[in-house]
Every structure is written in structure tokens, then in C-alpha cells.
């Protein structure tokens, strides 16, 4: 796997634990900020992964998934848009 690819796999799930121990803490408005970036650090992997690229520079969740081509369940896309909205 890409070096690249590999450290945005990476720096997700440290974003995720870190996420998690806010949670723990009640830092609510936070928690949500991480999981966005979590999520958005997967997208540009999986985006790179696909398509061979540096991911795009950009926060948005929506349009790093329609980048991929990859389709989501309905419920996955539904809670997606509302990660993307709230950050």
C-alpha cells in the first residue's frame, strides 16, 4: 500500500481515539470535529487509492465521496451529510 495512503489511514484513527477520550471528557462539539476529521482523512485515502491522485484540498465529506465513484447505503450517506453539515 502507498506510503501516503498508509499515513491517512494512520492519522484517522488517531484522530478517532482522540475523538473517543473527548467523549469520554464530555468535550461533545469536539468529538464531533474529530470524527469529521477522521472521516474526511479516510476519504482522501480511499480517494488516492482509487484514483491514483493527491486527494483534493477540501473539508467537504459529499464531494470527497463522489470523488471515489465509491456508493454508500443510503442510511452511511444519510449520516455522512449530517457529519459534513455540522462541521
Do not use: Q
Request: proline share 2%; glycine share 4%; aromatic share 8%.
Amino acid at each position: 500500500m502507498n506510503k501516503h495512503i498508509t499515513n491517512w489511514i494512520k492519522f484517522s484513527l488517531y484522530d478517532l481515539k482522540t475523538a473517543e477520550h473527548m467523549f469520554k471528557t464530555g468535550r461533545y462539539i469536539y468529538v464531533l470535529f474529530m470524527c469529521h476529521l477522521s472521516v474526511e482523512k479516510l476519504l482522501k485515502g480511499l480517494h488516492e487509492a482509487v484514483l491514483k491522485k493527491v486527494a483534493p484540498k477540501t473539508h467537504n465529506l459529499i464531494h470527497l465521496l463522489n470523488t471515489t465513484g465509491v456508493e454508500l447505503p443510503e442510511k452511511h450517506l444519510e449520516t455522512l451529510e449530517s457529519l459534513n453539515a455540522l462541521s
